[in-house]
């Protein structure tokens, strides 16, 4: 699987342009353009306004690919428009997984990791905030979600607005497609822009804060602890029920809370962890297809194929030789 450094982009790619397209004591707006052929090409569009800047991604490299990003404190909001990206950083025990259509809002004192492509390419807008920036916002504002964020930046501890990358719609959507549609120019245009990224921080907060204010702490806790179980034992079989003697919750409560908290179904979760272990072990060769299907449950090898496909853009056949 082929890997590039952020930090080196301009050594790794035979052709790289950058074009600064404003400039202005309060806004810069920058585009950079990149390809090397056998690797990947694609388009960073950054700008940069006080306190915070937007970055548009797009990449594409025909195969699955890993980047490498260099470990600095900050605060980031990811914005997933296309494709899937599985995010490890040194201080999180578990990956954090965004696919098409989802977001999250992040602060990290080592928010550089490893972040694996697993679509043949992706596409994304994200939002880093300087730090002095919120603690601007922290002095004026008493909500329950942005005071957790104000104790974890002042207390340097990782914050995530949600465990789990939440599905974005409705006005969130919009914004975002305000923001890559904008018609106006000159300073007009980041006046606009930055209002629209101040605003998508404000949506981002309210989803996170509405997915977890209707649960207890123990349901929510309860909820957790599945996920947790789930995410270790989901090779073995069990049921529902099985679920709720295990940790004491009814039938409803995890269905309806797990869907809310966690943006999927329980056996829709065991399905991607199960398709993403059968990925892992084309990727390192450890079985081929027809293994890697039965080992995760599928008696069907026609069936596992269609089911990968539609998951990951790309047949498991085609995975394993270009792993």
Known sequence: MDTIHLAHWSTVFGRAEQNQLFASDRYVDCQFYFDEPGLASGSIHTIATPGMQLTELYIQAGKP???????????ESVFVLEGQVESRFPNLASPLTFNKHQHNLQYNQTFGGEHIIHSPGFHALTITYDLSFLHQLFTSDDSRGMGQLANCVQQKKTFLANMQALLYGGRIAEVIGAIRQCRFTGTTRYLFLESKMMELFVLQMEQAAVDSHHWTVADRDKLHAVKNYIETAYLETFSLKDLTYKFGLNEFKLKKGYKQLFQTTVFAHVQQLRMQKARMLLQDKAMNVSEAAFFIGYNN??????????LFGYSPGRHRLIA
């Open 301 to 310: 090898v026609s069936s596992f194929c269609t089911e990968f496909k539609k």
């Open 65 to 75: 690919f890993r980047l490498f990003d260099e470990p600095r404190e900050t605060a």
